[in-house]
C-alpha cells in the first residue's frame, strides 16, 4: 500500500494550493480518506475528511470555508484545495486512507506547505 502526496510549496498569504494524494494497492473505494497536518512543536490534527463514495465531509472549524476535500474513485485520488491561505496554515500535510469497518490504515509521506510573504 502506498499513497503519496504531492503539490505542497511556497505560497503567498491569501494565496491558493491544491494538494494530492494518489494510492496504490488498495481498493481505494473501500477507503475513507482524511488529510491532517503538522506544524513544528505542534500535534497532528485533523484538517478534513471524505466518506467512501464523497457523499460527506468534514473539516476542522479553522479551515470551513476555505479548503475542500475531494476524490476521484476511478484515479484512485483524494485531493485538497487550499484557499486563503494563512500563515497558520504551514505545516507538513499528510493524507490517511482507512478501510471502513476495519482497523487497517495508512499514511503518505507527507508534503510541506509553507505559507509565508
Known amino acids: 500500500v502506498q499513497l503519496v502526496e504531492s503539490g505542497g510549496g511556497l505560497v503567498q498569504p491569501g494565496g491558493s494550493l491544491r494538494l494530492s494524494c494518489a494510492a496504490s494497492?488498495?481498493?481505494?473505494?473501500?477507503?475513507?480518506m482524511s488529510w491532517y497536518r503538522q506544524a513544528p512543536g505542534k500535534e497532528r490534527e485533523l484538517v478534513a475528511e471524505i466518506t467512501t463514495t464523497g457523499a460527506s465531509t468534514n473539516y476542522a472549524d479553522s479551515v470551513k470555508g476555505r479548503f475542500t476535500i475531494s476524490r476521484d474513485n476511478a484515479k484512485n485520488t483524494v485531493y485538497l484545495q487550499m484557499d486563503s491561505l494563512k500563515p497558520d496554515d504551514t505545516a507538513a500535510y499528510y493524507c490517511?486512507?482507512?478501510?471502513?469497518?476495519?482497523?487497517?490504515?495508512?499514511w503518505g509521506q507527507g508534503t510541506q506547505v509553507t505559507v509565508s510573504s
Open positions: 490517511k486512507a482507512k478501510r471502513v469497518g476495519r482497523a487497517s490504515e495508512y
Open positions: 494497492g488498495v481498493t481505494f473505494s473501500y477507503y475513507a
